[in-house]
């Protein structure tokens, strides 16, 4: 069985940026616990992208040369939620050197609404977002 979940439509993918294609605004996508070496693109309005398990269980580690982020929202995209209780991710960043590193969330563009919940974001050491713009709004009950 595949592990990533389009629980609006009823089907199964291998990788979370295959089922974010597939999907259409407003879909549910759900992961099952594991760690899940890719980055992400949300360009999807009122996608929710969640887990089966949790933070402790389930990571989204980007990878060198996949973009600016380990998970990116493109400009423009609204209502995305990610995570939710009990049902969120460790999003890992590429900590490299210089200019080989990539923020574990990336905005990349104006977001007028983003939600996260249950997100741990590494490295905290470095900067965790990295905003394009300074009218981003973020909530993050």
Not at 21 to 49: F, M, Q, R, S, W
Not at 73 to 78: Q, R, S, W
């Amino acid at each position: 069985m595949m592990p990533v979940h389009n629980l609006t439509q009823g089907f199964d993918y291998g990788t979370i940026q295959a089922a974010i294609d597939a999907a259409n605004p407003g879909d549910t996508i759900e992961c099952d616990p594991g760690t899940y070496n890719e980055n992400v693109l949300i360009n999807k309005n009122n996608l929710i992208l969640r887990s089966t398990s949790g933070k402790a269980v389930t990571t989204i580690q980007g990878t060198i040369g996949g973009g600016n982020g380990s998970v990116m929202v493109a400009g423009g995209t609204n209502g995305v939620k990610i995570g939710e209780t009990a049902k969120g991710f460790t999003i890992i960043g590429y900590d490299g050197n210089g200019s080989i590193e990539a923020a574990a969330l990336y905005l990349l563009d104006l977001i007028q609404t983003l939600l996260l919940k249950a997100i741990q974001l590494k490295p905290m050491e470095n900067m965790v977002y990295w905003l394009t713009m300074m009218q981003q709004s973020i909530a993050s009950p």
